[in-house]
């Protein structure tokens, strides 16, 4: 059985990945796509207050097992869109270990911060200042193959340009190129 393909988004809080999430599964025309993010498993959690150190244990946890179920999704032949936030180094270096980097177009949702701080402020469910804090964090690794900006362009755009391009993925892909960088070389991951 071929593995599934993975198109995984990576911005900011409020950067519009899910909602070209959202579009990308009613514009991709081409096989069984399924949206995971990180969200979704951080609400399946416990509402129990936790300790600082028991939350942040919590939610390494939560993020290691996400990597894990994108990786046996598309091992088992799904096609996945993946929506997620890289702001911790450690993040980027797991996904890097665990999944197949070929099957990976590494997708950088951008927007710019005083876009994010706007779209934080209507939320009103995240912290202000989240988005800018993440920023250099998230895309501190340098590397995409393809890049989206939200701030010019609407999710449907984007999630069109992401379609056009899934055919024609590098070779090698962003993920095969920073794991050799960052993992076989051990490069260190700055951010």
């Given at each position: 059985?071929a593995?599934?393909?993975?198109?995984?988004?990576?911005?900011?809080?409020?950067?519009?990945?899910?909602?070209?999430?959202?579009?990308?599964?009613?514009?991709?025309?081409?096989?069984?796509?399924?949206?995971l993010?990180?969200?979704?498993?951080?609400?399946?959690?416990?509402?129990?207050?936790?300790?600082a150190?028991?939350?942040?244990?919590?939610?390494?946890?939560?993020?290691?097992?996400?990597?894990?179920?994108?990786?046996?999704?598309a091992?088992?032949?799904?096609?996945?869109?993946?929506?997620?936030?890289?702001?911790?180094p450690?993040?980027?270096?797991?996904?890097?270990?665990?999944?197949?980097?070929?099957?990976?177009?590494?997708?950088?949702?951008?927007?710019?911060?005083?876009?994010?701080t706007?779209r934080?402020?209507?939320?009103?469910?995240?912290?202000?200042?989240?988005?800018?804090?993440q920023?250099?964090?998230?895309?501190?690794?340098?590397?995409?193959?393809?890049?989206?900006?939200?701030?010019?362009?609407?999710?449907?755009?984007?999630?069109?340009?992401?379609?056009?391009?899934?055919?024609?993925?590098?070779?090698?892909?962003?993920?095969?190129?920073?794991?050799?960088?960052?993992?076989?070389?051990?490069?260190?991951?700055?951010?």
């Amino acid at each position: 059985m071929a593995s599934g393909r993975i198109i995984f988004l990576n911005g900011t809080s409020s950067s519009g990945k899910s909602s070209i999430a959202r579009e990308l599964l009613d514009v991709l025309d081409d096989g069984v796509f399924f949206h995971l993010a990180v969200d979704g498993f951080n609400a399946m959690r416990t509402k129990r207050p936790l300790g600082a150190e028991e939350l942040d244990a919590a939610l390494r946890r939560t993020r290691m097992g996400f990597h894990r179920s994108i990786a046996a999704m598309a091992e088992a032949g799904n096609d996945l869109v993946v929506d997620h936030v890289l702001s911790e180094p450690w993040r980027l270096l797991d996904c890097l270990a665990v999944l197949r980097p070929e099957d990976v177009l590494f997708v950088g949702v951008h927007c710019p911060p005083d876009e994010l701080t706007r779209r934080e402020l209507a939320r009103g469910d995240r912290p202000p200042g989240l988005a800018a804090h993440q920023y250099g964090l998230v895309h501190g690794h340098g590397d995409y193959d393809l890049e989206c900006d939200t701030g010019t362009a609407s999710p449907r755009e984007c999630a069109r340009q992401i379609r056009d391009f899934l055919p024609h993925r590098p070779d090698p892909t962003a993920f095969t190129r920073l794991r050799h960088r960052l993992l076989d070389g051990r490069e260190p991951l700055t951010g």
